[in-house]
């Protein structure tokens, strides 16, 4: 197996990994959150609307396998709208750093 294929590989695997996680975080309930919980950021998930649209991008990804095609912005809503200290935040960053530097 060439290096190329090796390399996209790994992309897919992290991407899948990232995926079922996603999945995992979603079927979970949502928590009940005051608009002060909000603005302070006293919440330990990533919100549903960012996990869902960054699926939908991973999905993409997946398939082009090409940053010079498609580059994913999932990262920017979690920058500015989530304190970015857990499990998942981590692997949605680490996910995008693979593709970046693999295809």
């Given at each position: 197996?060439?290096?190329?294929?090796?390399?996209?590989?790994?992309?897919?695997?992290?991407?899948?990994?990232?995926?079922?996680?996603?999945?995992?975080?979603?079927?979970?309930?949502?928590?009940?959150?005051?608009?002060?919980?909000?603005?302070?950021?006293?919440?330990?998930?990533?919100?549903?609307?960012?996990?869902?649209?960054?699926?939908?991008?991973?999905?993409?990804?997946?398939?082009?396998?090409?940053?010079n095609?498609?580059?994913?912005?999932?990262?920017?809503?979690?920058?500015?709208s989530?304190?970015?200290?857990?499990?998942?935040?981590?692997?949605?960053?680490?996910?995008?750093?693979?593709?970046?530097?693999?295809?």
């Amino acid at each position: 197996m060439s290096k190329k294929k090796k390399n996209l590989e790994k992309v897919i695997q992290q991407c899948q990994k990232t995926l079922d996680k996603i999945d995992e975080e979603l079927a979970k309930p949502e928590p009940k959150l005051t608009l002060y919980d909000i603005e302070m950021r006293n919440f330990d998930e990533v919100p549903r609307g960012i996990l869902k649209e960054a699926k939908r991008q991973i999905k993409i990804m997946m398939q082009v396998l090409d940053k010079n095609e498609y580059m994913p912005g999932y990262l920017y809503p979690l920058i500015d709208s989530y304190s970015f200290d857990t499990e998942l935040s981590h692997l949605l960053f680490e996910t995008e750093s693979i593709y970046k530097k693999y295809t």
